[in-house]
């Protein structure tokens, strides 16, 4: 079971991120950042922040403490924005919490080196659960006490949204050349070495258990938790065991001069006869 602890108080909108989380304090006097299950990106990306990101600690990559956060959506009263508001009305109960980092930094390759066996580790991870938000441009990966933390595991096990068959996702090749880890060298054999091993039929049951139901059946009534774990376990128990061979590390793609203002753009041609 995640620990549960009811926020007890709304501190602040995280405007960096697309799901505008929030930073709130709760019943155990912890500091959280709350995910909601109320927000645009729906229930199924609080399923992949729980798996995810519970697999990762036990393969011993560091994420903060996750935590279920109990809403009652009064504690946001004294919040202006309207959005917020919107938010936090349409997410009552369970909500997802991550222990916040005081005095974090983003992650910033200039500032910060990381070691071939650590990227390593990172990328053999991301690519097997298909994370597809940890590039460089947004490598949601903060640098705290002088190591490495990785957040934000909602874009991850992204089969899940249209489940295909095992084999073709298990192998579902892997393109880290974007990965904001690539450019540290990393070593995907030792990571492999190391790792595979550990994602046993256990393990998945284990971090497939620690989802409420109530993420993993969304609005299917007639869902079974039960046979959805059961489903995200049979997955990535396959992927580990094929998934090294899927991942590719090429040249990263640049950066794309900002697009012109739409005024500059000259109207499109008129084809002959049209618009007559
Ligand atoms: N545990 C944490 N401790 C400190 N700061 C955090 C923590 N989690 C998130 N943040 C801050 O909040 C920002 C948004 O968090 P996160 O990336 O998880 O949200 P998101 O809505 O999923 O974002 P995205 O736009 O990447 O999809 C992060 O970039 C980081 O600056
Ligand atoms: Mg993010």
Redesign the pocket.
Known sequence: MLTEVTATRYITP?R??????GLVEADDLGT??M?FTG?G?GRR?LVAEVISGELARRLGLRV?RLAVLDLDPAVGRAEPDEEVQALLHASPGPNLG?????G?L?FDPLAYAVSPREAGRVVWFDALVNNV?RSWR?P?M?V?HGDL?L??H??TLTWQHNWPAVEAAAARPYDASDHALAPCRPDLGAAADDLAPLVTAELLAEVTALVPDAWLVGDDETADPAALRARHAELLLARAAVVSEAITVGDPTPARPPAPPGWLLAPAPRRAGEGR
Request: glycine share 12%; no cysteine; proline share 10%.
């Open positions: 995280l960096e991120g697309g799901s505008l989380p959280y950042v995910k927000a990106q990306t903060p991550m222990d916040y980092l005081p974090s983003g938000d947004n949601n903060l705290w933390w957040i934000d909602g874009a």
